[in-house]
């Protein structure tokens, strides 16, 4: 059993070392994005599954297709950044993977407070003003 665990650990260790290298780093907004896109996942699962409010399917309730579809969202939002990334290094550039990510996270985290919304959680404005300035961000990198 022991050595099962060690492969185990080694072959995570090497997967997590390629897509490191592939991500250009786990930079703290790749890392922020991995958070809010978590949230945004589990989010939705019980918004689904607690509450029955869930817009992406007819029920309102959980949906293994509307799952399946998020998670691809989201694993094709990283395939964008891992592009942007390989763009940065093909064109000497520092800016597009940071603009992507910020990109995403605001997707993210206006996924979550409309999420709240269906719950009934009222956003505070301090997140809402974060949001805005996260956007302006985005825009001011991307021009």
Request: charged share 15%.
């Amino acid at each position: 059993m022991n050595s099962l665990k060690a492969v185990f650990c080694t072959v995570s260790g090497v997967l997590g070392v390629i897509l490191q290298a592939l991500f250009g780093g786990w930079t703290e907004d790749m890392v922020t994005l991995i958070i809010v896109m978590s949230i945004d996942f589990i989010l939705g699962l019980l918004i689904a599954g607690l509450f029955g409010k869930s817009p992406k399917s007819e029920s309102g309730r959980v949906s293994s297709k509307s799952c399946f579809l998020g998670l691809c969202k989201k694993c094709t939002m990283l395939l964008f950044v891992l592009i942007a990334h390989r763009l940065d290094i093909s064109l000497g550039t520092a800016y597009i993977k940071s603009a992507a990510v910020i990109a995403f996270i605001v997707n993210e985290l206006i996924s979550i407070v409309e999420n709240a919304g269906l719950i009934g959680i009222p956003m505070p404005r301090v997140i809402t003003k974060a949001i805005d300035l996260l956007k302006n961000k985005e825009e001011d990198e991307s021009a």
